[in-house]
């Protein structure tokens, strides 16, 4: 079985020579500490098991149940899970989601990853003694689709609304159709909240009433709750469930709406706008200018020269990529890797965020494509001559001014009018000069365009491409669509992918899988 396996699927065999040194005797007690701290005394199933099972899971994209199903049934599993031969599985399927929750509570997802980095150099699958003195690192961000239902403002409104009518019902012990008609909120007991509305959702008017009945029904619901609920509606799931309600109405109805106050849906899109009920963490977020998508950024920071991934982080799709820096560098200061940060290659996103800034400030290079400094046929902004030092800016006629990063600079408009070179320059008005924006990180840029314009520097900006592979590798296990709900069960899903990836790696250098 090793033979073979040595050819395909080689992980498989990588896991049953190596998997104990993975799961060493250490980490083991580690894994078992998770259940002596709850006070519940020792694991049911062997904890390195599970954890095992869960890594073979993201490797075949194996759901719950089929994972349970190929202890028995698939002869690849059970080798490296050294029960060849067995009749029944280890443990039942509840046991996987038990685990990953306490594996999440107690951050253990991230110490498995740190293990692959320490596996690296058990193995010696690399020559650490001809890797440089310092840290070359990557770091980069994809999207990922969220798995919760994306709803528009009926939809996510009478969801929400529905199930405080059901949570109501369970919780005073009355029929959900009883409370309903008691309350004059029968829209919520149809199939969906449009057919129950029942309208031509083609006519402006009628959709324009039918928010407003949506809205009038609604706070009769909420009104019959607090009125026959008592203290159980300042409570959860009550509670929980009336303000996601008020949230929803804050962010979608207009707050000064007209007509005599009947609600109407605001125009323009809130900020942080919650966009599903299933997974309240997913947000609007954008490729690119022209493609959108709902849902997660995957952030990872890889060595460059192994090609391990060191930290991983996921935030909501509207944030910006600074948010993932930092808790990609709260994981850093933690890994293996304690190597100084030598080199670190970033995309414009990053530039400005705490993991570069203090790379810089404790010696790091930074490798990043600039902002493109266009202006059509007229002077750029890289044709005037800026002096960091003296914070000055001399136009291409010799005009020279102050500046401050962060602002506009306008040359004087007497001088401008004057000027020979006007015509190259700007299309202002005669009583205007030149006017040319001085970014924050101006002088980040200034070197950025220098690099660019060099064969030497254009190959260091390309090796940034090491991390854009191991995305790709991560896209092509994991898929483009989130397997888990919520920002923190999507974290332990990347850091679990990730750890597959890492394996590949250390396998793919060592050598091993020939030896297998």
């Known amino acids: 079985m090793l033979d073979r396996l040595g050819k395909r699927r080689r992980l498989f065999a990588f896991l049953r020579l190596h998997g104990a040194e993975l799961f060493d005797e250490a980490f083991q007690a580690e894994l078992a500490g998770m259940y002596r701290d709850t006070g519940e005394g020792k694991a049911p199933v062997p904890p390195a098991l599970v954890c095992m099972v869960l890594l073979l899971q993201a490797y075949t994209g194996a759901s719950d149940a089929e994972a349970i199903d190929s202890m028995v049934d698939d002869r690849r599993w059970q080798l490296v899970l050294g029960m060849l031969g067995a009749k029944k599985p280890a443990f039942a399927q509840g046991t996987l989601p038990s685990f990953r929750q306490r594996l999440i509570r107690h951050d253990m997802d991230l110490r498995l990853l740190e293990r692959t980095v320490e596996l690296a150099k058990k193995t010696k699958a690399f020559d650490w003694k001809q890797l440089p003195k310092t840290l070359r690192l990557g770091v980069d961000s994809r999207p990922l689709v969220g798995a919760g239902r994306v709803e528009d403002t009926f939809n996510l409104l009478g969801h929400a609304a529905a199930k405080l009518l059901s949570a109501t019902a369970m919780v005073l012990g009355r029929k959900a159709e009883e409370i309903a008609a008691c309350a004059g909120a029968s829209v919520f007991l149809a199939p969906s909240i449009k057919a129950g509305l029942d309208i031509d959702w083609t006519d402006p008017e009628q959709k324009a009433d039918a928010i407003g009945e949506l809205v009038r029904q609604i706070d009769a ?211 205007a000069g030149r006017t040319v924006r001085i970014a924050p990180d101006e002088q980040k840029q200034q070197r950025f365009r220098r690099l660019v314009r060099t064969t030497k520097g254009r190959e260091a900006l390309r090796q940034r491409v090491g991390v854009e592979h191991r995305l790709a590798h991560l896209a092509s296990k994991q898929g483009q669509r989130a397997r888990f709900r919520g920002l923190r069960k999507n974290l332990f899903d990347l850091r679990r992918h990730a750890v597959v990836l890492n394996l590949e790696t250390i396998l793919r250098h060592s050598g091993l899988a020939k030896a297998a």
């Open 221 to 431: 619901l909420e009104a019959w709750i607090r009125a026959q609920a008592g203290k159980a509606a300042e409570e959860p799931p009550l509670k929980d469930l009336l303000e996601l309600i008020a949230q929803l109405r804050k962010q979608d109805l207009d707050p000064e709406p007209p007509d005599g106050g009947k609600p109407r849906i605001r125009k323009g899109v809130a900020e942080d706008r919650r966009v599903s009920i299933e997974d309240p963490d997913i947000r609007h977020g954008r490729k690119s200018k022209s493609k959108r998508f709902n849902g997660y950024k995957q952030h990872i920071a890889a060595d460059l020269d192994t090609e391990l991934i060191l930290a991983c982080a996921v935030t909501p799709a509207n944030r910006p990529e600074g948010e993932g820096a930092v808790d990609l560098q709260e994981d850093l200061a933690r890994s293996p890797r304690q190597e100084a940060i030598g080199e670190v290659f970033v995309d414009r996103a990053y530039v400005n965020s705490e993991l570069v800034e203090a790379s810089m400030e404790n010696g790091a290079t930074v490798f990043c494509k600039p902002w493109n400094a266009t202006n059509g046929e007229l002077f750029k902004k890289t044709d005037f001559k800026l002096n960091f030092r003296l914070r000055t800016i001399t136009c291409p006629a010799g005009q020279t001014k102050g500046f401050s990063p962060g602002e506009t600079v306008e040359f004087d408009p007497a001088k401008c009018s004057v000027c020979p070179l006007r015509s190259r320059c700007t299309r202002a008005s005669n009583d």
